[in-house]
């Protein structure tokens, strides 16, 4: 299943403590996908550490020009065939990923995604910023990745 039915929020009971880089006790997931995400972070051998919503990256938001913190979904490190990487990875719907097409007439409602749209991309540039200067990839999972989701 990868539709998000509702709001699903919870803490999260870790069951490989040691992987977990921070307050074991303290993890949250905010969709179901989120969970799903979480499980299998704690699940995979490959996954050596990780860590959810504990890192902030500042950026401006074109709202209103003022400094903001971001917190990213999920900072993990994984073993690849490559070595060992580090990532931050942020858990969006596909939808607001993209920029919303434009509509004949303006809404309020499009408006509104527009601006949600142009912070989420203030914050993942910074997050792109913030991760190179790290030797880290940034990456936005959506429900393409997470499930082999096509549109």
């Known amino acids: ?20 880089i921070g307050d074991p006790n303290n993890v949250w997931y905010r969709s179901s996908w989120e969970l799903a995400f979480n499980n299998w972070l704690d699940k995979n051998d490959n996954v050596l ?7 902030w990256i500042p950026y401006v938001s074109p709202k209103d020009g003022n400094i903001h913190k971001y917190y990213v979904d999920y900072w993990i490190k994984i073993k690849t065939n490559n070595g060992v990487k580090e990532w931050l990875i942020e858990i969006k719907p596909y939808n607001q990923v993209v920029k919303p097409k434009e509509p004949k007439r303006k809404t ?11 912070i989420n991309k203030q914050k993942w540039e ?16 959506t429900e393409r990745e997470l499930f082999g989701k096509k549109k």
Not at 1 to 20: A, L
Not at 108 to 118: D, F, G, P, S
Not at 132 to 138: I, V
């Open 49 to 55: 550490e990780w860590k959810s919503e504990e890192i």
């Open 126 to 141: 910074s997050a792109i910023k913030y991760a190179e200067e790290r030797n880290m990839t940034f990456k936005i999972l």
């Open 1 to 20: 299943m990868y539709k998000d039915k509702g709001p699903i929020s919870g803490r999260y009971p870790i069951k490989n403590k040691q992987k977990y």
């Open 108 to 118: 309020k409602q499009y408006k509104e995604k527009v601006l949600t749209w142009l």
